[in-house]
């Protein structure tokens, strides 16, 4: 896999909806999804969207470990989710620190909600449903919000 340059906020690809995915099984996908996990866990990142590696598809990745502003995340393998939709998401809401790959020396209090459901396509194809809390909902929120051209600072009150 290879290590992708990532855009930085500016680039006018972190401002646009990215598209569904509609050829998964493609080389060119699977490949994307290798690369972009690379380039994650390089970047020592949590979560990575295709349109910060200037691919304006719908297609995240998210990798919590526990880190030291949060040293109680829970420590995951890397999940790529490909068209995810969040189908819902608790009125109930935390606030935490955010950074963003894309938005270098950056770090600020954001309030997301606590809880949420997302629906996705994972790498083989299939269509999974799962509930996420805490941190690890903070980063899928995070990231879609990429894929609809939203960076964090936008969502600072
Ligand atoms: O690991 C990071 C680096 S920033 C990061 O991993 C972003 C994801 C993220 C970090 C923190 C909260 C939510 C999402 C990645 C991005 F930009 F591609 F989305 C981190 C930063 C602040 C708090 C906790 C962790
Ligand atoms: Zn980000």
Not at 38 to 50: C, D, E, M, R, S
Request: proline share 8%.
């Amino acid at each position: 896999p290879n290590i992708l340059r990532i855009a930085q906020q500016g680039e006018p690809i972190l401002a646009q909806r990215a598209a569904n995915v509609t050829n998964l099984h493609d080389a060119t996908i699977q490949n994307l999804i290798d690369d972009m996990q690379a380039t994650l866990l390089a970047a020592n990142g949590v979560g990575i969207a295709a349109p910060q590696v200037f691919i304006s598809l719908r297609i995240i990745i998210i990798a919590s470990r526990p880190k030291p502003r949060y040293p109680d995340a829970p420590l995951m393998e890397p999940l790529a989710m490909i068209n995810p939709e969040i189908c819902w998401q608790s009125p109930d809401t935390c606030t935490g620190w955010e950074g963003c790959l894309s938005v270098p020396d950056a770090r600020a209090p954001v309030s997301r909600s606590n809880h949420l459901r997302v629906r996705y396509l994972t790498r083989k194809g299939e269509i999974i449903e799962t509930e996420y809390v805490g941190f690890v909902a903070r980063i899928i929120q995070h990231e879609c919000d990429h894929l609809d051209g939203v960076l964090f600072p936008e969502r600072v009150t």
